[in-house]
Structures are given as C-alpha cells and as structure tokens.
C-alpha cells in the first residue's frame, strides 16, 4: 500500500490545529498516489475548475468553503461563478487564503471578497453544500494543476472539520464596518483588463460608457499605486516589480 493512504488522520474535534491539516492533506495526497476510488481525476484545473464553475455553482444549496494556499489570478477569475454567491441569500461563502497571497494579488481585498480571512494554510481546496470536496495534487506533484473531486461522505468530514478550524483562528481582510479598499466594479474592470480588453470591450461587457471605464481604469492604477495602466495589469497578476 502506497505509503500515506494506510492511516486516516484522526483529530475530530472542532479546534483541530495545523498539525491536523498537515496529516489530513498527506493523507489525502496518499489516497491520489494510491489512485484510491474515493477520489475521481477531474483532470487539469482550468478544464475541471474553470469549464465547470459556473455548473457547479448552481447547483449549490448551502455552503461555499473555498481554501488556497496561493491563488493566481486567473483561478480567482475562474472561480467569479461562486464568489456571486455571496449574493445569494443564505448561501454561506467563505475564502481562506494566506497574508502573502492577498499581498501579492492586492484586489484580494474587495467586495468581491467581503468574507476574505486570512492565517496559515496547508493546501488547497473546496467543499461545496458540506457534501463534495475538491483537492489538487501536491506542489511537489507534476502536473501540479491536477483536480480531484469526492463525495466519500467520512473524507468530506474530515475536509469540513480542517477548514472550519482554520477558518475560526483567521482573521478577516477587511474588518467590521470598514470599506475595502477596492470595489466590486474595479475587479470587474480589473478581470476584463487582464485578459487584454480593450476599454471599448469592458464597456459592452459591462454595458457602461467607455469614459465610465476609463474613470474606473484610472482610480484602479492610483489606488494599486501603480506607474501605468500596464503597470497596473502587472500588480493586478501579482507582480512585484
């Protein structure tokens, strides 16, 4: 037996720590090694992830619990169907991510992500409706972006169990009765912006006046303190520079 897929984690109560994600995850990457049936290969994130967002997120009821430990800007556009569900009323959406990571993609910190927390995370995944969980192959995995799904009810329990104690030792981005810093429209502006939309483009998806865009383009690249409106689009993907 594949080293890992033997022993389940065990650490069933609430405040489960950071040791706790680490035996759940090594668990869990042993059950992929072991090509375990409790776990279906939906193949390369952007075709499992991405193609099948806005399917999945329909059909949820409940919850949202989405955790990364290092997003990138297209998987945060990618996911756009089930951050709209905080809209929804009483649907439950929660991100957890890392310091670095909202750091790095600075429009982390928007109403886009009004219920945004952050603390240390392990790795990454989503549970949707407490019923199906989504998880990736380790970072040290080739392909790395490879996504598997389960409904194995007692796995999922241990992946709610994980999330909920990281989610309760996080902190929110924004705090209580603050504005972020961006708003829901400047990340609307910002998604189309980084796929190369022109400002005439982003006005016809947006179904806004191009000087309307152009306004927003222009308080976005002030407010990410950027140089240009291509410096900007770099801060926005997460460049340093």
Do not use: C
Not at 13 to 38: I, K, M, T
Not at 44 to 61: H, I, K, N, W
Not at 139 to 159: G, M, N, R, W, Y
Not at 222 to 228: F, K
């Amino acid at each position: 037996m594949t080293p890992g897929a033997e022993a389940e984690p065990g650490g069933g109560a609430a405040d489960a720590s950071s040791s706790d994600a680490h035996a759940f995850f090594a668990w869990v990457h042993g059950l992929v090694a072991a090509e375990d049936p409790r776990l279906r290969h939906l193949g390369p994130v952007d075709a499992a992830y991405g193609a099948g967002a806005e399917a999945a997120a329909r059909q949820v009821r409940h919850s949202v619990w989405h955790m990364t430990i290092f997003p990138s800007w297209s998987t945060v556009r990618a996911a756009q169907p089930f951050a709209r569900l905080s809209r929804r009323p009483g649907i439950d959406v929660r991100y957890l991510t890392t310091p670095l990571s909202v750091h790095l993609l600075p429009l982390l910190a928007s109403h886009h992500h009004p219920y945004l927390r952050v603390g240390p995370v392990v790795d990454s995944m989503m549970i949707l409706d407490g019923a199906r969980v989504f998880v990736g192959q380790p970072h040290s995995a080739t392909p790395v972006s490879s996504v598997f799904e389960s409904t194995d009810a007692a796995l999922v329990a241990k992946a709610v169990r994980v999330f909920d104690a990281g989610w309760r030792t996080a902190e929110p981005v924004i705090p209580e009765g603050e504005e972020p810093p961006f708003t829901r429209r400047m990340v609307q502006v910002a998604f189309l912006l980084t796929t190369g939309a022109s400002d005439r483009e982003i006005a016809r998806s947006l179904a806004v006046s191009e000087r309307t865009v152009s306004s927003e383009v222009a308080e976005l690249v002030r407010r990410l303190g950027a140089r240009s409106r291509t410096h900007a689009i770099g801060l926005v993907n997460g460049a340093t520079y």
